[in-house]
């Protein structure tokens, strides 16, 4: 690690600062993030035929927008972050 680094760290330490350990990311499907981000009392609606296929407050947002948003709320309450489950399908040789 180099002095600056070391120095950066022992400012932000100094001025409150606080390092947590954060647990591993959990697994989420699409589904299962839609239904926290509902929980948090926040709606996100798919919207087929667009690259962002969601809309959530009213603006079109990725999957990885909503994750994002997700790790927000998951964040002030202390809780490890999500990552998407990614589904791998295999159609056979070509």
């Known amino acids: 690690m180099s002095s600056t680094d070391q120095h950066a ?3 932000f330490l100094d001025a409150g600062g606080r390092v ?3 647990e591993g990311s959990v697994r989420v ?3 299962e993030l839609l239904d926290y981000l509902a ?3 926040v709606m996100a609606r798919y ?3 667009d690259s962002r296929t969601y809309v959530c407050q009213g603006k079109r947002m990725s999957m990885s927008k909503l994750v994002a948003l997700a790790n927000e709320h998951r964040r002030s ?3 490890p972050p999500f990552a998407p489950k990614v589904a791998i399908r295999y159609s ?3």
Request: glycine share 14%.
């Open 9 to 11: 760290i022992t400012a």
């Open 92 to 94: 056979g040789p070509r």
């Open 39 to 41: 929980s948090c009392g």
């Open 20 to 22: 947590s350990r954060v």
């Open 77 to 79: 309450h202390e809780l």
């Open 47 to 49: 919207r087929a035929g």
């Open 29 to 31: 499907s699409e589904a």
